[in-house]
């Protein structure tokens, strides 16, 4: 199993900048992908960057060039994983869960808040 744990979230004016971070732990070397995902007030969630095991990143196209995901590998049951968020907009608004699959699990942190607004 994977525990993930979000920080990082908070109100920041449009045209600011957040990182967002993933603390996992546990079986996280099996994840053959992970990412951030975000769920806005009445729409469904959505899945905004992702990074597989063999450095592949994906990008939603509306973040793209503003948002980038990274991982460090701290040992192999302890990762970290960010979002740094440049010039966000008020659409930006919603939680951001963090995601980690393989092939026997599809875990999720609890979310953070952020609230773009001037």
């Known amino acids: 199993q994977v525990q993930l744990q979000e920080s990082g979230g908070g109100l920041v004016r449009p045209g600011g900048s957040l990182r967002l971070s993933c603390a996992a732990s546990?079986?996280?070397?099996?994840?053959?992908?992970m990412g951030w995902y975000r769920q806005a007030p009445g729409k469904e969630r959505e899945l905004v960057a992702s990074l597989t095991s063999g450095g592949t990143t994906n990008y939603r196209g509306s973040v793209k060039g503003r948002f980038t995901i990274s991982r460090d590998n701290a040992s192999r049951n302890n990762a970290r994983m960010y979002l740094e968020m440049n010039s966000l907009k008020p659409e930006d608004t919603a939680v951001y869960y963090c995601?980690?699959?393989?092939?026997?699990?599809?875990?999720w942190g609890q979310g953070t808040q952020v609230t773009v607004s001037s």
């Open positions: 995601n980690a699959r393989s092939t026997w699990y599809n875990a």
């Open positions: 546990g079986s996280i070397f099996s994840a053959y992908v």
